[in-house]
């Protein structure tokens, strides 16, 4: 379906272009924007003050000129177009036309998104945690995050895959093979179990003999060697401890409900060397203190010193660098991805912004054919400020921040519910202790720091899960008291709005489809997120203003209301959020 921004962005390119046949195409595009006010109208057009310019007429009057060029049959749509300021055009929907376009909405399975022409195939990757060592909050962040992007454009239609960039190769396995050779074989051979907490005090203790042993250094480099030619025993280990971690990762994922495809850096592995290669032979190679480096335009130290992406170490090692332009290359020719979104901390865009211009340089990435974002995201912060550190330090389980959400989410239920069998009550503190975790993160916009508190996030009043959720399992309870059958009404009954508060709420869920539209350009969930508390809050405006039960428009308002609902539940999913019916 044509979101109304696009409608009106066609109706009045056209009206402009008949209007002032002078003008080329480029200058005809209209510019639309939803107004600010809504007693002044629903959508402005603000060309007219860029035209008069170029046309050297005065604005009111190419305003009026762009009024009068639009058809009869379009202008129908709006009760009242008028013009603001030196120059605006303000249309206001009418009730009729407005009813009529959600009744189409309504029975569309996406509901009023305008779908691409074209199916993409698009990578997301994230959450992307190191083997071995500590799972930190961000990885959750950037699980949250990219979970929800890939719901969107799956829910656009587009061909996702998820990736999880693990990093799964690299000198720490040298160590901590060595480590657990001495300290832990019956680990290594299979003789006990072990869980990824232990994995991660080797590792830590490993680090630390590394730095203070000469003679352990020189194991660990050789069981980094061992490993990289492939020796059978090497690889066991590896593979071993690699199981272990991901034990730890899985259970994340199922609590969360994030579907995600392993595809870390060891899959990389065999192609390190004909990349470095392809580069060299490209010329794009520099010697750097013995380092194979790739200098880039632009790209400046602190120091204001060239700044490389080092793709071979002095030693012939490997590194992240390598495996990210493997990665890219693999991502363009391979998978033949339209669109590679990565997920990760803001501390990693210029490393991104590096390699996606390196990948331009070697001719792997054409950004006409393919685009490249990197997701960036700011710190998580605990309430007193400061880097989050869960409860016990550096060493508690990232599940157990998870589980103390759906705790205290089971505290707040049993204390409103006292009558809800266990069963319910679990389901309930699982919905909305981890939906008050995903929503608390998404509703911040990414890029800047979020501050983690159990205590903001599941409050009932705000910009919070609870509300939203609650929200939905009002609507719900409107349904059942009516008892009225919504499929059959949906198909017989027509739509039928003219209260104020019934026209506000109509219009915005009309701006579904747009917003979804900017969350696809611009990456930023927060946008989605505000937008449904505002649905919300005009659908409590709605309900405190217009009676649904026993009113002459029940039967249009409970269509109203299933619309409501329809887009509440399908924006809470996107975000990765479950529903309940009642709470
Ligand atoms: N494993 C990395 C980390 O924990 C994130 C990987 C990001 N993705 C990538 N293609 N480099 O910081």
Redesign the pocket.
Known sequence: METAHNFLQRVLTHAISSAFTELSSTETLADVTQCEQEQFGHYQCNSALRLARLLKLPPRAVAQKIIDAIGLEDKKTFSNISIAGPGFVNFTFAAEALSKQLQTMLLDEFLGAAIPKKREKIIV?FS???VAKELHVG?IRSTIIGDCLARLFEFLGQDVLRLN???DWGTQFGMLIAYMKIHASDVLNGAIATDPQQLLIWYKAAKKTFDADPDFKKTAQSEVVALQSGKPQSLHAWKMICDISRTGFQEIYQLLNVHIEERGESFYNPQLKSIVDELDQKGLVTISEGAKCVFLDGFKNREGEPLPLMIQKSDGGYN?DTT?MA?LKYRIFTDRADRIV?V?DVG?SLHFQMIFAAGEKAGWLDLKRTRVDHVGFGLVLGTDGKKFKTRSGETEKLIDLLTEAVDQARNMIVERMPEASRHEIDHLAKVIGIGAVKYSDLSSHRTKDYTFSYERMLRFEGNTAVFLLYAYVRINGIKRKVGADIAELMRSEVMCLAHPSEISLGVHLRRFGEVLQSVAEDLLPNRLAEYLYHLAEKFNAFFRDCRVEGSAEENSRLILCELTAKVLKKGLNILGLETVDRM
Request: aromatic share 8%; no cysteine; glycine share 8%.
């Open positions: 990757e992307s945690p190191n990885h960039h693990i990093g992240y990210d990665a990565i990760t990693q």
